[in-house]
């Protein structure tokens, strides 16, 4: 990693070479006494600014797999001030053989959401304060992943928040987050795939709120959370989303996170409660040669059985998807990952249509196999296929030729680069 100074010889020529050399020139003791105090008050601000390093983000670290951790290990131990700045790009060329809908996206839009364009899915740019008692962290976004799954109304913000330390081990942060829940991220560069898992779509993408955290020990920890709502940084009614988390590093390859998070974000004047509880384990184990990421997610939903409507039955969501890659020879990469998702009672895909305009439950699989080069440690390309396979023959969700089917078959062509 390297750290780049601001120019103190320049600064140092003007505040104090400068200012000796008039003091020469002159005999008036108060212009002495003046230009004195002049280079004392400059000495101090540049001793400030060169306690503080100015960092050129994430160009030689792996960030796979990291984008949903609740702390990362630099902010565990973190004392002098950083400054970290930073940028991502990332475009895409896609192939879907679903039909998109009115926005030319596919159903389940995240990363790469059109077909047969190239499209730039993602560029943003990063700004990070991180010291001893205080962090924050803005993060502005452009491009069709915000364009299709993002808020509307925070449409250029993935993320703003600040942080205080409360206790040695205490912070609590506050602001706009993105999700910290699930396995894979919003950004290509943290997960080992350039698309996301069904379960990964349905998941929270941006919250709004407060999180306080406790650093218990250098390998645990946990965390209290309170947002507007499950997904989203605006509110929608009275009612606040709560949660918990937790981190468990067992040793430097292998570690295991939980999250919880119970809503209810029916409107105030509904009579009937829609509380939700999602619960969301995964661990992850990375060696040089080897990165593995395994999931599992159970949720229930009151009064959301499709088929007992009228008795007020709770529903029932499932999810799992396990993923590898793993490294051939230098620089390329071969990976894959299963998934499947269950929600027969659509607590959390809400209303979807079948072949027959009929309301179903949904249940699919897919299997994604693609190869990774990279030729720096902040840059990538990938190419990938991927199938979808709704399970049920009801289940007719897709699109090709105006003719429904139970399959989806995608091919993704995608290159990303970061400082």
């Not at 400059?42 to 951790?69: M, P, Q, W, Y």
């Not at 990363?111 to 993060?139: D, E």
């Not at 490294?327 to 979807?352: H, I, Q, W």
Request: charged share 20%.
């Amino acid at each position: 990693m390297k750290f780049y100074n601001l120019p103190i010889f320049f600064l140092f020529f003007i505040t104090f070479l400068l200012p000796v050399n008039v003091i020469a020139q002159t005999k008036s003791d108060s212009l002495h006494h003046i230009l004195k105090e002049h280079n004392k008050l400059f000495k101090n601000i540049l001793d400030s600014i060169k306690k503080i390093r100015l960092d050129v983000a994430h160009i030689e670290k792996d960030l796979t797999l990291t984008g949903t951790r609740i702390i990362s290990h630099e902010e565990r131990t973190q004392e002098s001030p950083k400054l970290t700045i930073g940028g991502y790009i990332t475009t895409y060329y896609a192939l879907y053989s679903d039909t998109a809908d009115a926005n030319n996206f596919q159903k389940f839009p995240t990363t790469a959401p059109q077909s047969n364009v190239f499209g730039l899915n993602l560029a943003q740019i990063s700004t990070k304060y991180s010291s001893r008692s205080l962090r924050a962290i803005s993060v502005l976004q452009y491009g069709d992943m915000p364009r299709s799954i993002w808020s509307p109304t925070y449409n250029y913000i993935q993320e703003a928040n600040v942080g205080i330390r409360l206790l040695k081990r205490v912070w609590i942060d506050a602001g706009l987050f993105r999700t910290h829940i699930g396995l894979e991220s919003i950004q290509p560069r943290e997960n080992i795939t350039s698309s996301i898992a069904v379960a990964t779509f349905y998941e929270p993408y941006y919250l709004a709120g407060a999180k306080l955290s406790f650093l218990l020990n250098d390998k645990l920890t946990l965390q209290l959370n309170s947002f507007n709502r499950y997904n989203g940084f605006t509110e929608n009614n009275k009612k606040k989303a709560a949660g918990f988390s937790f981190v468990y590093d067992v040793n430097s390859n292998f570690s295991l996170t939980f999250n919880t998070l119970w809503n209810d974000d029916s409107p105030d004047n509904s009579k009937i409660a829609k509380g939700r509880l999602y619960n969301n384990l995964y661990a992850v184990y990375k060696s040089k040669r080897l990165i593995l990421g395994v999931e599992v997610n159970y949720a229930i939903q009151q009064n959301s059985h499709l088929t007992f409507n009228k008795t007020y039955t709770t529903a029932q969501m499932f999810s799992s998807l396990a993923e590898a890659k793993f490294m051939l020879f230098n620089k390329c990469f071969v990976y894959g990952r299963g998934e499947y998702f269950s929600d027969p009672d659509e607590a959390l895909t809400g209303m979807l249509l079948n072949q027959n305009k009929q309301l179903i439950g949904l249940n699919i699989a897919g299997a994604t196999l693609g190869f990774e080069y990279k030729s720096f440690g902040n840059t990538y390309l990938r190419v990938e296929g991927r199938v979808l396979n709704t399970i049920g023959k009801n289940e007719a969700i897709f699109l090709y030729n105006n003719l429904s089917s139970n399959k989806r078959y995608e091919m993704i062509t995608s290159m990303g680069v970061w400082f």
